[in-house]
């Protein structure tokens, strides 16, 4: 047993190990804790040393470090998730004064009768435990057992087990903290990529919008001028939508809108190809190209691709289905080409190819 000559060198590692614990990362701050919990073990010639950390209703406890003294069974593994109402005494004892001292298991009180026979199957005859309080707040407690003898804790044991108390708190407490930081970053990215989608996706089709497509545009043509690649742009409308809706109704008009969205994304799977909702019945399809006459050939598969769709559309004067008109684009950006006049250009000639794809009686492409 401990003749208490080593006080200074315990107190001195005990300083030591705060130290390192005041900017230690995870790992380390738990290596801290179990070199803690196994000095005191050592100092007062003890068999087991354990922390135990509450849950946040306070109702369950669960050992979350041990040092067993060579010899001894470990006993953590079945110590996880104990109850309330499996050790009532020792929670209420633990909750309203932070601290469970027992000399000798056999002078508990009738009511610790759960405790005495959790202490007799583990073999313990004296315990001695401190809460862990951070912040006004229980998190857990400290422990220490002898094992097949009695023992009488001193004044100066229960000073050093609570110093030890102290800076496990501390440590955990602050591991805490950060952690609630790092979850609510974590959240609040989340969150904000959520909100980026939602401002960036077309509430009825689920594909991007004018807004992203406008910053599709802008880092597409940047990309183009950067690489010496051409780009093209597809304006797509949907034949007499209106009469569509009249016909049928609006359900069944965004219905086909988002059918239409559905087919167009389909055909356009290449990571370099975006389809956008450009507004109203209008879609909007972007290329990285090398030719005008492969965005047509890409142009060609999406008409196609909608007349395959097969919604009837009756009072169409154009065919008896959906279809939709046309109007394409292409350009090699120039390495000194303004990017705003650039994007203007894309949309202007494209917008000029659709007018004309109507005009030549819809249901057909016109390239600029």
Known sequence: MCTHNNHRSFDQLLSQLSTRLINSESAETQDCIAEAIAAFGSY?????CYVFEFSDTMTSMSNTHEWVRDGLSAHIDDLQG???????????LMKNTFRFIVHDVRTLPEAARN???EFEREDICSVVCIGLVANQKLLGFVGCDMVHKRYHWTDDDVRH??????????SLERQRTYQQLI???RQLKEANSKLQALATRDGLTGIPNRRALDEKLLEEVRRAKRQGTGLAILLIDIDHFKAFNDTYGHLKGDEALKQVATCLDAVMQRSTDFVARYGGEEFAVLISTDSAWQALRKANELLDAVEQLSIEHKNSPTEPYLTVSIGGYFELPQPDAEVASTISRLIDNADQGL???KADGRNCIRFR
Request: aromatic share 12%; net charge negative; no cysteine.
């Open 82 to 92: 104990i109850t309330e109402e499996e050790l009532p005494y020792f929670f209420d």
């Open 183 to 185: 979850d609510t970053q």
């Open 44 to 48: 007062v010639d003890a068999d087991r």
């Open 355 to 357: 007018y004309q794809a």
């Open 161 to 170: 087990l609570s110093l030890v108390a102290d800076m496990i708190a501390n």
């Open 115 to 117: 405790e005495k026979l």
